[in-house]
């Protein structure tokens, strides 16, 4: 990962500057465990992004972040003995993905998506697991009155809008995408039940906590109200 921001930092954008990596630091239990020292990337983000993202504008900013990020890492080679969160995915374009795009991950300045922070589940994987991840949480799949108490609406978000409105700005079209969403949904959900599983926090405390089943609860409201997100079709005489 280090190797990775290395580049992206080189290459001008807004991402945690590794300073240090000390793989012998003890843990409580004696155990060795790796401490890594990056540099602290000023801006806004956590809890206090969410009302960012729910605007337009900045919904725009987060997908066009999105897809600079993905087509710098064309250029960058992965060492031969990377190891992964979660084991990589075949894609001829080289993209390496973010992993956990959420708008809580990016940082926040006047309003607008500027850089990414924490890449520790980065992989490489088609484009589409990112952008299927954080339209789950910009869209969102979610229902109306957890998307006004905890994703910074005023009032219930347009969904088919704001994907549409990420897809153009990021440059991609593609076919059934909420279905995409839906099986990233998923996806998330088996990859945090493995990070637990492994022992790995904040995970193993989420967990604990019940994240599942309410990451259950908003996937079983998606299924329900797919109708809010699917693109209307088009019914006008070929297609004009």
Request: with cysteine.
């Amino acid at each position: 990962m280090h190797d990775l921001l290395r580049h992206l930092h080189a290459a001008g954008f807004v991402v945690p500057e590794p300073v240090a990596l000390d793989t012998t630091a003890p843990a409580s239990d004696g155990a060795a465990i790796g401490v890594e020292t990056v540099r602290f990337v000023p801006g806004v983000s956590g809890a206090d992004a969410w009302r960012l993202q729910a605007t337009d504008e900045g919904l725009r900013s987060a997908a066009r972040l999105l897809r600079q990020v993905h087509e710098a890492t064309w250029s960058w080679t992965p060492p031969a003995d990377a190891v992964w969160a979660f084991p990589p995915a075949a894609d001829p374009s080289g993209t390496v993905c973010h992993g956990d795009p959420g708008p809580w991950n990016m940082v926040w300045r006047d309003g607008q998506a500027v850089g990414l922070i924490d890449w520790d589940l980065a992989r490489p994987a088609p484009a589409l697991d990112d952008i299927a991840y954080a339209l789950d949480y910009l869209a969102p799949f979610r229902g109306d009155e957890d998307s006004v108490r905890w994703h910074g609406f005023d009032t219930p978000p347009d969904r088919r809008m704001r994907i549409r409105v990420f897809l153009d700005a990021y440059g991609i079209d593609p076919p059934a995408i909420v279905d995409t969403i839906l099986a990233r949904r998923r996806a998330t959900a088996d990859e945090l039940r493995s990070l637990a599983a492994r022992g790995v926090e904040p995970q193993r405390t989420w967990v604990a906590e019940g994240f599942l089943e309410t990451s259950e609860r908003h996937l079983a409201w998606s299924v329900e109200h797919r109708a809010l997100m699917e693109p209307v079709p088009d019914k006008s005489p070929n297609g004009c």
